[in-house]
């Protein structure tokens, strides 16, 4: 080997180091960022809600009726929860483990479509994600949903490529019908992947294009419509469109249009860029998809169409806009746009600088998320209400928790309490027994009727309340007082958790 040869081989080996170097240190930053999230002493109520699905005897039961939206992601809750003891952190794991392998994909569809450099900066925003963050350690869907947007991307990305690979039909009828039935959300993404496959192919030159088409129209189609009646029952939901309806666009007037749409946008981007994010940001991000538009690439223009799609169902009120663990579904679209504004500057930065650019995003990134992002995870510790409620030997007590709290209660309670099994139901289920246990509903203009309840001489009531807020055991409060009850202890726990001892 001559020394021209051995210098090139060097700087080869010296720049692949340098790589994994960089490649690592995203990994590390990212561990870093949710150091605090991982295994909380209590997961928040709206995580627990998702365990619920545990006390249910059948798993035929966890798949169709808990399972909503998400039957797969319940069914194997379902399954972890008898395989493992301390399963809801082998799930928190597991959200872990999927987001990392969304990342290093997207890593590679960047690095593909743009650069090295550039890979490295769309990999470092959904790093600093808040929204992302939170939730790749919690115990809800959303990273699959991440990954199943990423997953299709990258194969559209195949497809179109000069050498016109094509994957099995089988394979992607494998990982459709996978993807949906995890999270049904996911078939918007997905369907639109596939009909814009279908377009590629009946570009090509091959005679099995005509097939292929029919068997991804069959694809796109046929798995929605599968679960429309579970998509129906949700989108009509008295409850969803009261929860969701400021995450709707509002098309009423031009005016409303135009202050819904550029705010909706303002929380879609703050999904993304957490503390980073400036109120010129939406303007900016029209810019980057006329960008897009202007420069018609392949994958960036399909990010555009997804995000339009997004914007269409958001006024269709279907799918709320800007409302953080939804916009997970999108991100990987907005980083593709984005970063197809940050290709185009880059290249006109001089070559003898660009070398640098990625150790420079690098430290940016670990600078920020040391001494700037801000990750927070309301944890609602109810094993202090249930300790202090079950040391109370009062055999005549009634227990009022909201129904907010209810899930995470029922939870953490199944091992103060003893349990049995209701036959009498469609889906057998496991039930505490707990005497005048009482969950209070106060939600989309509907109450419980406290009058209904048994209520005893000693009432212990927990519920929650935010600060600037109230929180809605001070409905059944005040009935209390009204009926000449006294609280004789209040206990205040971290994060706004309130428990109330009453008597009479």
Known sequence: MNVSNSKIVQLIRSSNKVRTT???????????????????????QDDVSELSVIFLQDIKCAFFDFGDTHPLWSTFIWFTSRVFPSFEYFISVSNVIITLISLAILFKILEDEFSYTTAIFGVSLLIISPVLLTYSTMLKQYPTELLSSIIFLRIYQIEKSQER????????????????IITLSNSLVISIVIFSIIFIRKGGTLKRNITSSNVFIFLAISFPIFFINIIIRKVERPNFGLYWDEFFIETSTLVEFT?????????????????????LAPLAFLFCIACALYKRKEVTNLSVGIIATLYFLSSLEIYPLGAGRTDILFLPFLIIVIANVFNLLHNYIPSQYQSAIPMALLILLSSYSFFQL??????????????????????????????????????YASGYFDKKIDESLECPVEK???????????????????????????IWLLGIELEGTTGRFRDVETYLIEKDYKAVETIKIPNGLYLINFSN
């Open 22 to 44: 960089i490649n690592f240190s995203l990994i590390a930053v990212f561990i870093f960022n949710i150091r605090k999230l991982l295994f909380p002493v209590n997961f928040q």
């Open 165 to 180: 690979k094509q994957y099995s039909n089988l394979i992607i009828l494998f990982l459709t019908s996978f993807f949906v």
């Open 259 to 279: 202050n819904s749409f550029l705010f909706l946008n303002s929380l879609l981007l703050q999904s993304l860029l957490g503390n980073i994010y400036n109120r």
């Open 374 to 411: 801000e990750v927070n995870y309301k944890t609602e510790n109810v094993e202090v209400a249930i300790e202090k409620i079950v040391g109370d030997t009062s055999k005549n007590k009634t227990i009022i928790v909201t129904e907010d709290l209810s899930p995470g209660f029922l939870y």
């Open 432 to 458: 505490l027994l707990i005497n005048r246990y009482y969950s209070y509903e106060k939600s989309f203009g509907q109450s419980s009727d406290i009058s209904t309840y048994e209520l005893t001489k000693n």
